[in-house]
Structure formats: C-alpha cells, structure tokens
C-alpha cells in the first residue's frame, strides 16, 4: 500500500512539473511575443514621429512635445523657422543640394543647441524650435543670438559654399498665448512678418503685432468694399528737370479716401490689395483718371508736361494687363510722351523676356518706361541694358547722410545710368543737403517734398495758373544750391593746401 501510495506521489510531482514546465513555456513564449510587439510598435511610432531626411522630429512629434509642456504649465517658447531663398538652391542646384543643405542645418540643431532646445522639421524647408526652461525673454534672445552666429558660417554644399539665411518668428507661453493652437498660429505670423520687413533674423509676437494682424483683416475686408465705391483717387508730385524747369512730370501717387481713417497712402495697403488681386483693377483704374487729367492739362494750354503712374514689376508676365492698359491709352488719345510707367519692385532678371516684352509693347503705345531704384548686379548690365528703358528713378538712399554710404556712390550710380543710355530722377528729397547731393551727381531730375510736396487736383489747377512764379521759385533753389555747393567744394580746396 505504501508503494502504490509512493507511486502516485512521483507521478503527481511529475504532473506538476510538466504543467510548470509548459507554464513557464508559455509565459516565455508570450514574453518574446510581446517584447517583439513593443519593439515593433517602437519602430513604427518612432517611425511616425520622425522625418525620414533629417532624423529629427517631425510636426508629429513637435505638436506633442506642446502639448505635454502646455500640461505642465511651465514656460517654455515656440520657434517658428523658414529659410530665405531655399527655392532658388533647389532651382539652380537641384533637389539632392537642397536635401543636403536641410540634413546640414539639423546637424548643425543637434550639435549647437543647447539641452534645454529641441529643433524639429515640420516639412520643407521650414523648422521650428522648442526652448524650456525659460524664465526671461533674455534667455530666448541669447539662444537665438549664439545660433544666429553659428549659421553665420557658410555651408558647403556639392562644393559650394552657401550662406545660409532665414526668417523666424517666437512665441512664448504663457504670456503670448495658452493653448497649442494660438502659440502655433503667433509664432508663424511673427516668421512671416520678419520675412516681409527685412528677413534673415527673428521677431517676437507682442500685442501691436496681434493687433496690426487683426487691422489686416479688417483692412482687407474695407478695402473690398473700397473698389466697389470708388474711394480711391490719387494726388500728383512735381518732378523737375534740373536742366529745363520748363518740363514738368506729374507722379500720381494713389492714395484711399477712407471713410474713417481719411487718406491712407499706398504704401500702407498696397500689399493686402496685391493679395486680394486688386492691383490690377487698382493700376487699371488709376490709369483712367490720369488719362482724363492728362487730357485737362493740355485744354489749360500746359502742353510741354507728363505723368507717371506706379505698377507692380509682377504685372511683367500678365499679356492681357499690358493689353489693357495700352487699350486705355488709346481711348483717351495719348500722345507719345505724354506717359510714364514707373515700375515699382526691383526688376527680376530672370525673367527678362517678360519685361523686353512689356516694355516693347508700352512704347509702341507711346510710353516711357521709369525703373525704380538700380538694385542689380553688375555681372547683369548686360542684360539690364537690353531692356528699354527711359529712366532709373533713385530713392533717398543714395542722397542721405544716415544711410553711411561711400560719399561718391550716387555720382557712380548717375555715371553709370548715363553711360547705359538713361536719364536719372533723385527722389524723395526732404533737405538742402540732399537736393546738393543730387545737383551734383549730375542727376537730371529731382523730386521731394523739398522742392514739392504732393497736391490735391484743385491745387494742381493754381500750380498750373501760377507756374511762372514757381519757376522761379525752384530755379532759384537749383541756383543756390549750386552755390552752396561751389562754396563747399572751395573750402575744402583751401583747407587741402
């Protein structure tokens, strides 16, 4: 009896044996099975959050990153980067330069930001950074400081070196915004507005910035509305011949009659109207009225005067907008020389067939062609002297003290227009000093409200019936300035010996 109950005893322990033996089998099994599994879903998540280029996070994974920082409630800052000219590297390089370049700029993040700075690619040539542990702006400007210096160096790329610039834009939590979706949105419209008012640096959203995003839209919506009622009109700026004050050139400068805000100039809504493909119906109407006023001169016995009127260089490329303007021209029967379109932007020479035909195509309607500012390189004069042109029209860079320009850079510039066949207009004029300036570089026109400011039509009428007595107004601040300047010029000789 005790041997059977011994013999069930081991074949029991043996049971049990075997049953932990496929226990621990199977746990093992499954161990391996999830290990595997967590090791895949690894994979794919890493997979997910990271950009294939560079290896750095992606928008994924940077949206994330916000939105566990924002739980903690601690202050961190959201940079928003673009790269200025990137499409031009892909254009003239290739696509495989400009991967190059990005998978450069990451490893520049990696190895020259500091631990508590993350940069992540969201698609493109466009980055954005994240900082922690932030307690001042003076922490954030520092950082960007160091690594503005560090992307001071040029990349060499397919053995060229390129220097590398960009736009971005900051925003800081709390204080701009708590919540991913506006810190997300403040930091982009800070990037856009550094792009768009010099580029190659960084802003920081405030209040005033927020503020003038929000007068965009309000200003887009009025201005909608301003076309429909005809709220623009344009006042007209004297531009003198240096040599023959008997020929005079109106400027209309456009200007919007707001209902609340009086007369705004262009230059503070020609951008969100060039968005809203305004400028076209804008130059168009614009171009009516000057005719008309054109026209009214002439009745008055003003024969030997002109007008200029502004377009945007975009417009190069649009066949039909040129059409219509010449089609303008001649409804209202203008004579050769009695127009001028000034071209405002600076002129892109890739594209030049597009500009020789639109300038071939004004003159053979009877205009002059005005090419505002000479911002060109000079390995492009060649190309720039096929086009036909009239007259550079120069700003007051070139005649103000501020700007700590070479003293003979406008004499250089004039020479050069000259030599290249065209007759040179000084602009924005505001002192004695700068009409000088341009008396002496030989320019052949000036303009500015020095000389003249703009007027309204109803003045222009008095200016036209009185323009013996302003001929001999500005003639004699020609003549004086001349003297001044031969006075100058006479000390200066006696001080050298």
Partial sequence: MNLEIESLVIQYIYYIIEVSILILVGVLIHRLITLKSDKETKIVRRQAFTDQLTGRGNRYMFLSVLDNLIKKKKKFAVCFMDLDGFKQINDTMGHDAGDELL??????????????????????DEFAIVIQNIKTIA????????????????FVIQNTSISLEYSLGVAIYPEDADNRQDLVMYADDAMYYIKEHGKNGYYFHNKSLKAKLENDNKMRKDLKEAFEKEQFGFSMQPRININDTSKLCFEALLYWDHPVLG??????????????????????????????????????????????????????????????????????????????????????????????????RLKVCGAEIVVNNFEIKHEYLALFKDLSIDEIKLTAMYVDEST????????????????????VIVGCIENENELIEAINSGADMIQGNFIFKAMENDFVDEFISEYGNYKNRIENIILNAKLTSKKSISKKANKSK
């Fill in 103 to 124: 998978i450069e700029l990451a490893n520049t993040f990696e190895n020259k930001l500091p631990k508590n700075a993350t940069a992540y690619r969201l698609g493109g």
């Fill in 404 to 423: 700590n320009l070479p003293r003979n850079t406008l004499d250089n510039v004039v020479k050069l227009s000259n030599d290249l066949g065209y007759k």
């Fill in 139 to 154: 922490d954030v400007t520092n950082l960007l400081d160091n690594l503005q210096m560090e992307l001071k160096t040029p």
């Fill in 263 to 360: 007369k705004i100039n262009s230059e503070y809504f020609i951008k969100q109207a060039d968005e809203m493909a305004l400028t076209i119906k804008l130059d168009q109407y614009i171009l009516r009225q000057v005719c008309i006023r054109i026209n009214e001169l002439k009745e008055k016995g003003l024969k030997n005067v002109k007008m200029a009127i502004n377009i945007s260089h975009r417009h190069a490329a649009k066949k039909d907008f040129i059409d219509k303007l010449c089609d303008i021209l001649n409804e209202y029967g203008i004579q050769k020389g009695d127009i001028q379109f000034e071209l405002i932007g600076t002129v892109d020479l890739k594209n030049i067939e597009n500009y020789k035909t639109m300038f071939e």
